[in-house]
């Protein structure tokens, strides 16, 4: 079937393919008109849907259109049993209209020459067997039943008494004598009754019985007949194998796209290392710009980490940069509707991290609606050799970990904030608690308490980020889970009035206010990963971020 869209007033005009779930969700509250079937050559099911003059973003920059295509005269070919899609036509600038657009819709069906030829040959061989039977039935009507003849005198003969081979003998005449007499009504037919034709031989009757002589041979009708049915029947079998050969059998005809429910994953197999890319790529410019834009692909709480690190990099006249992957994949559930999410995973190269261990990043990605972009909201690294392995269905599809994991990984939150607190891991909390960047908050924590710090009071409070559900974001792997979690920690920090106060470039460098006072407090990030392996819980944090400072 093709699809062709074409605006006489110059318009340009845009026309796209996507999952049912994007197009939905994009054209939500927009002013629509929905065609939902068609049926040739002219009638269309339709219906207009009020809303909205344009959608909230630009229609062309979207990512998951399936194709697409823009200009004055646009069109779209596909097959009719291809997995459902819907087909958007729409101006390609928002503030445009689709007045002075005509929308054609044909539909190419082969074997329709070899079906029209095979209809008429079967409608001409239906009415040659009616007329055939008919005939056959009108002729019955008319001639009388057969009769027996009651000699055997006839061409057959070879005398005038019919005597000669094939003639009655005595016994069969006495016979046929015995049975005239014992019959009622007269012995003759009238002469117009009679059939000639040849005697035929006498035949061996039932036992203790005279045989029948000259058994009546089958008429010239009848083989008449037998043969013009073997014509027809013939003349059939040849014009169906013929015309057979012309026609493609079955008939496609296009999918009902209500019947079919639409499906897709919140990244699609084999668009992985597309989006990482893509997203590298927009951080390293957005670093380069100080963070414009940054709201556009990350969101909280990475987007705090961020803006601290930019702010901190510029104060230490560094500069930043986004890590460059060698491999990346993703998994994600198989999600019907928005808001979606799904975990990305990229091994950085050598060159992108510090030290000599090879390190994977992981980052929880979320999607809104299809207006909106991607934000990445959570990223860590872990060694690669934990990387654990995604099982996926043919879809591509991951499961989610398991109920038991959800409650760990909440679980997990309170026992990192216990021991970031006072250094001490409760029974049962997860491995590795005590080592990477939760040992080294606690040694920096250490050294601001130590007697030759100056300082004369250092506390700390730490709780669970609260303004993204983690636990409801976990995937399953093939020897457990994996999930994400975050805790928020801040430092109280009283200092002597007679000392000056330092804390450093990276404390002085997210300070949000210039006020004078005895008392400092830093804010504190610490992202880890949670993986599961077998009953084996641990919990993984490489590094923690400060995010702000202010003095009371």
């Given at each position: 079937m093709t699809v062709k869209a074409k605006n006489s007033e110059g318009t340009e005009l845009f026309i796209g393919t996507a999952n049912g779930v994007d197009a939905d969700s994009y054209l939500d509250g927009v002013a629509q008109e929905q065609i939902s079937d068609?049926?040739?050559?002219?009638?269309?099911?339709?219906?207009?849907?009020?809303?909205?003059?344009?959608?909230?973003?630009?229609?062309?920059?979207?990512?998951?259109w399936i194709s697409q295509d823009t200009g004055e005269s646009v069109a779209k070919t596909f097959d009719l049993d291809a997995e459902p899609q819907v087909?958007?036509?729409?101006?390609?600038?928002?503030?445009?209209?689709?007045?002075?657009?005509t929308v054609d819709v044909s539909m190419r069906v082969n074997g329709v020459l070899g079906l029209s030829l095979l209809g008429i040959a079967g409608g001409i061989i239906l009415a040659g067997f009616s007329a055939f039977f008919f005939m056959r039935w009108w002729q019955s009507r008319i001639l009388p039943p057969k009769k027996d003849r009651a000699t055997g005198s006839g061409p057959g003969g070879s005398g005038p008494d019919g005597s000669g081979p094939g003639a009655p003998t005595d016994d069969t005449r006495a016979g046929r004598r015995s049975r005239a007499g014992a019959d009622s009504g007269p012995a003759t037919q009238p002469i117009s009754t009679v059939q000639p034709g040849p005697a035929s031989a006498p035949q061996p009757g039932s036992p203790g019985q005279p045989a029948r002589p000259n058994a009546a041979p089958p008429r010239r009708r009848d083989l008449r007949n037998r043969r013009s049915l073997r014509a027809v029947t013939a003349a059939t079998l040849g014009t169906t194998l013929a015309l057979s050969?012309?026609?493609?059998m079955p008939i496609a005809k296009p999918s009902n796209p209500d019947t079919t429910p639409y499906e897709r994953t919140a990244l699609r197999p084999g668009e992985a290392g597309k989006f990482m890319t893509n997203y590298t790529e927009s951080l390293d410019k957005t670093l380069g710009d100080k963070g414009d834009d940054l709201d556009k692909i990350q969101g909280a709480p990475l987007i705090d980490r961020t803006r601290a690190q930019i702010q901190?990099?510029?104060?230490a006249k560094q500069k930043l940069r986004a890590p460059n992957f060698s491999e990346v994949v993703a998994g994600s559930p198989s999600f019907t509707d928005y808001p979606m999410w799904f975990y990305a995973f990229g091994t950085a190269d050598k060159n992108s991290t510090e030290g000599d261990e090879q390190l994977t990043q992981v980052s929880l990605v979320t999607r809104e609606s299809a207006s909106a972009d991607p934000l990445v909201r959570s990223s860590s690294y872990i060694p690669s050799d934990q990387m654990p392995t995604l099982m996926a269905d043919d879809r591509g599809a991951v499961e989610t970990g398991p109920e038991d994991f959800d409650d760990e990984l909440a679980t997990s939150e309170k026992d990192v904030s216990s021991y970031l607190v006072d250094g001490k891991a409760e029974s049962g909390a997860p491995g590795g608690i005590k080592e990477g960047g939760f040992k080294d908050f606690r040694d920096y924590l250490g050294g601001l308490r130590d007697k030759d710090s100056g300082f004369d009071k250092v506390d700390v409070d730490c709780r669970p980020y609260e303004d993204l559900a983690f636990e409801d974001m976990t995937l399953a792997t093939e020897d457990g889970a994996i999930g994400m979690g975050e805790v928020r920690c801040t430092l109280t920090i009283k200092v002597p009035n007679d000392y000056a106060l330092d804390l450093g470039d990276t404390v002085e460098a997210v300070k949000t206010n210039d006020k004078d006072g005895d008392t400092v407090k830093v804010d504190t990030a610490h992202p880890y990963v949670l993986l599961q392996n077998g009953d084996d819980v641990s919990a993984v944090a490489t590094d923690w971020n400060v995010l702000s400072s202010r003095v009371e």
């Open positions: 068609i049926s040739f050559p002219n009638a269309t099911e339709h219906r207009f849907i009020p809303g909205q003059p344009k959608p909230e973003a630009a229609i062309a920059d979207r990512d998951w087909l958007v036509i729409a101006p390609t600038n928002a503030d445009d209209t689709l007045d002075g657009t050969g012309c026609a493609n901190i990099a510029d104060k």
